[in-house]
């Protein structure tokens, strides 16, 4: 009589299963999960249904399922979208000084990091940045300055030491955001005016990143 007829094990695991006279916990495991029972409702007390409901609205409050209880998780939060919010927010922060209105034209750079957490069920969120933009300065007569604007360091926890580095472009300012510089070139002493101007942006600046920190927490 073959093996197979005497009912000898087809296989390694079966027969590590099974060498023990079916003793094994692997053997009666398998049987007793075919034998047992489907499991049956069972009605959550109220204690029960609450800690469940709990855990449901730590969730839905930003933790992760892993992680419903809250305790504690990190998000990495993109640069491009930190790079176009902070581009909506400066977009938006308009200033006039010394008889010149300056604007924001577009934030071309945005490197370091941002993160949201959470912890113990509460949103968090903190950066670490460098930002560079360029800026426009309307002058008295319809002349206009243009220029780049940097921030070599700004950091969620230490937004009053922030520091704006300005610099004014010396070649002719575009007549609108589609034309080519054609005029005449801003005076040394526009420039500096315009520059004087946007560095008194400083001031509003702690306000943009203080946004910024909420969007990024409610991300």
């Not at 047992?36 to 609205?57: G, I, N, T, V, Y």
């Not at 007569?141 to 604007?149: P, R």
């Not at 007549?175 to 005449?184: F, I, S, T, V």
Request: proline share 4%; glycine share 10%; charged share 25%.
């Amino acid at each position: 009589m073959s093996d197979k007829q005497r009912g000898a094990p087809s296989s390694k695991l079966e027969e590590q299963a099974t060498g023990k006279a079916d003793l094994s916990y692997s053997y009666w495991a398998a049987n007793a999960a075919s034998e047992a029972p489907p499991p049956q409702p069972k009605k959550l007390s109220e204690a029960e249904a609450a800690a469940h409901q709990q855990q449901l609205l730590h969730t839905a409050g930003g933790a992760s399922a892993w992680n419903a209880a809250g305790t504690w998780e990190e998000r990495p939060v993109a640069l491009a979208w930190v790079q176009q919010q902070l581009g909506e927010l400066l977009a938006a922060l308009h200033h006039s000084a010394r008889g010149v209105a300056v604007a924001v034209a577009e934030v071309t750079s945005c490197s370091g990091e941002a993160h949201q957490w959470v912890v113990r069920g509460k949103r968090r969120a903190g950066f670490e940045l460098a930002v560079e933009f360029k800026w426009r300065a309307e002058l008295g007569g319809g002349a206009a300055v243009t220029g780049t604007a940097k921030i070599p360091h700004a950091a969620a926890d230490e937004l009053d030491e922030m520091q704006l580095e300005v610099t004014a472009d010396a070649a002719a300012a575009a007549a609108d955001a589609g034309a080519d510089g054609g005029g005449e070139p801003p005076s040394a002493q526009q420039r500096d005016t315009a520059a004087a101007a946007v560095r008194e942006l400083q001031g509003k600046l702690e306000g943009v990143m203080e946004q910024l920190l909420e969007r990024i927490r409610h991300k």
